[in-house]
């Protein structure tokens, strides 16, 4: 059996603190969407590629058709002059189960490259699926976990001068925080040829709520609540809307909430907490984009210059490698 190798910076004990403080003020943050058996189980039956969620399928497609491309774009200009057969350390933000990130170390691999694999999440089972994945495969792996919407998280991420290294943000992950403020972050951790692959969700007010407002979401979604003893049918509706970022044009986001419909109570860790009927509690929306207002935060909120565009064979989901101007 591979050993996993994985640094902790987000423990346990942390995340259940977040827990606690985060339901007393009637929210659920993103990082608590995969920390439980449950929602993990509910995320990983969320990627089949049969559910009417199509952005995990959307990326998974578009980095397998795009992969040996990218690492063909990755040469002496994106190794500060040490040629394709250099060492490249790929750094997936938002990691989950890797499996989108094995596709890229592959490429990376038949292209010559010897790769390291630091992927980063704060759900300790998907880092360990991930990090399991890539020494499987033959490669050196070492899981972070940590928030990587933390800024704090950068100075773990810090790599001597001169190494090449790749970020992946991949399967919409840039849509589930807020997206200039953390691109902003991201600009400054990395340097002079430095690669970033991200993606994100084209928006479409016809097509982008089917793939949210639906059975399998809907699990995914009320997961860290039924953690909780909850049961939707039973307790209450989670509510889903659609909005527009009145800071960013082009900019909108699936907003989505808990709506008690009867008086309820929850133990959680020994305390006792209170929802009254028709009290609510808002969980992480998901950013979406237009093409253009996606590559002009890109540009204007991270300092990044597009180096290629892909897109989704329904027009609905952008890929774009890119580089620090």
């Avoid at 509910?42 to 980095?63: F, G, H, I, K």
């Avoid at 397998?64 to 060492?87: Q, T, V």
């Avoid at 919409?172 to 403020?181: F, K, R, S, W, Y």
């Avoid at 300092?303 to 989901?317: A, H, K, N």
Wanted: aromatic share 8%.
């Amino acid at each position: 059996m591979s050993r996993i190798e994985i640094d902790v910076l987000l423990t346990e004990d942390r995340i259940a603190e977040e827990f606690l403080a985060a339901i007393d003020r009637r929210s659920v943050p993103e990082k608590l969407f995969y920390w439980t058996p449950l929602s993990v189980a509910a995320w990983l039956e969320l990627c089949r590629d049969d559910q009417p969620y199509r952005n995990y399928s959307r990326s998974y497609r578009l980095v397998s058709r795009h992969a040996a491309e990218i690492a063909g774009l990755l040469g002496p200009a994106a190794a500060g002059g040490g040629g394709p057969a250099g060492e490249m350390e790929v750094v997936s933000l938002g990691a989950g189960q890797g499996d989108k990130d094995l596709l890229v170390l592959e490429a990376l691999r038949a292209g010559g490259r010897a790769v390291r694999y630091r992927p980063v999440d704060s759900s300790q089972a998907l880092l360990e699926l991930a990090v399991a994945r890539a020494t499987g495969a033959a490669f050196t792996a070492r899981g972070l976990k940590a928030d990587f919407a933390d800024p704090g998280t950068a100075e773990a991420l810090a790599s001597p001068a001169g190494s090449s290294r790749l970020f992946l943000l991949l399967g919409n992950t840039l849509g589930a925080i807020d997206p200039p403020e953390f691109l902003r972050n991201l600009g400054r951790l990395l340097r002079r040829g430095d690669r970033l692959l991200l993606d994100g969700e084209i928006f479409s007010p016809a097509d982008t709520m089917s793939g949210y407002d639906n059975p399998a979401n809907r699990r995914f979604a009320f997961a860290p609540l039924a953690s909780l003893g909850l049961e939707e049918s039973r307790d209450g509706v989670l509510e889903f809307e659609t909005r527009s970022d009145a800071r960013l044009e082009g900019v909108h986001l699936i907003a989505k909430q808990f709506r008690a419909t009867r008086p309820l109570t929850v133990f959680l860790a020994g305390k006792r907490l209170e929802l009254r009927a028709g009290e609510t509690i808002a969980m992480n929306p998901s950013w979406k984009y237009s093409r253009a207002a996606f590559l002009r935060i890109l540009r204007e909120a991270g300092g990044f210059q597009t180096v290629r565009e892909y897109l989704s064979g329904d027009e609905r989901f952008l890929m774009v490698l890119a580089a620090p101007e």
